[in-house]
């Protein structure tokens, strides 16, 4: 159905003359006669009943304006759900079980009244051109990978310095370790399934593996997380990398462990990415909300990030 007949019908039945709804409307009367016609002819009935005093609404026109009224109301919050500045706020959180996705329900609970939507994209390349678009508002990465480099409209702020640690089962070397230092790591092996090449997170582990001498293994279909845990329970041997925000359950017959990295610390540097010129009103405060919770990182930490892990830019 003809969404510009529709809107001209309701005109016309609010001014009760095609005239008048001509000069609401910015178009000729005979514009306005047109566009009614033509939704006449496809509903099959007159809507209008011409009259000395102007148009009337016959019987048909009377039962066919409250839903023409609701066909425009429906075409406003359409437009609206996808429109900047009246949609709501739409930030990429990668994964909805990941600590980032833990911040923007920290945002949400400070911010209540800001509607959003929370979508997850799988890489940092299609993240980026998903904000350059407008598609999406903003998104949680570490930047940059190396050989990569940001458009220039694109912004950047530090959110989280994300500590990592070992996680392993019972028999595992380490499993009753208080702490281990990265470089008794030299050797062993990291099993992680979901480290998919040319991802942000790839760069980082091969960084990592290159910097502690160990093997990070991507070998096997990634199930998911359940399996993963089964397989690091029963074996002596794997170990794997999760964050220390990471919310994990398992079976209390699984007795995992894990154990924190220190002497120097890995964390994993997430930043918030937006577009320069995003007018969106929400933006601004999902901005001040995650630079007023993030500490900073003094230079004297011992922490371990990528070289290619930079600070951001605002």
Known sequence: MDLTAVRTFVAAADAGQFQE??????????????????????LAVRLFSRTARGAELTIDGQAFLPHARALLAAEERAAASVRPGSRP?????IGRRLSVAGLLRGFHAA?????????TLFDSDTAVDAVRSGTIDATFRAVTMPGRQLPPEI??????????QLFTGPSHEFARAA????ARLAG???????????????AYYDEFAATFGCTVDAIGPDFGIEPLLDTIAASATLATVVSE?????????HDLRRVPLHGPTPVYPHSLLWRADNAHPALAALRAHLAAAYPGRSADDDVWTPGWARRGRG
């Open 21 to 42: 709804a001509a000069a609401i409307l910015a178009i000729t009367p005979q514009a306005v006669s047109k566009r009614v016609a033509l939704l006449e002819r496809e």
């Open 89 to 93: 706020l739409r930030v990429d959180v």
């Open 111 to 119: 911010h209540p009244d800001v509607p959003l939507d929370v979508v």
């Open 155 to 164: 912004c950047t702020m530090p959110v989280l310095d994300e500590q990592l």
């Open 179 to 182: 702490s281990v230092a990265p």
């Open 188 to 202: 062993r092996r990291i099993w992680m399934p979901g480290n998919a090449p040319g991802t942000e997170w790839a």
């Open 245 to 253: 925000r990471t919310p994990l359950v398992w079976p209390a017959g």
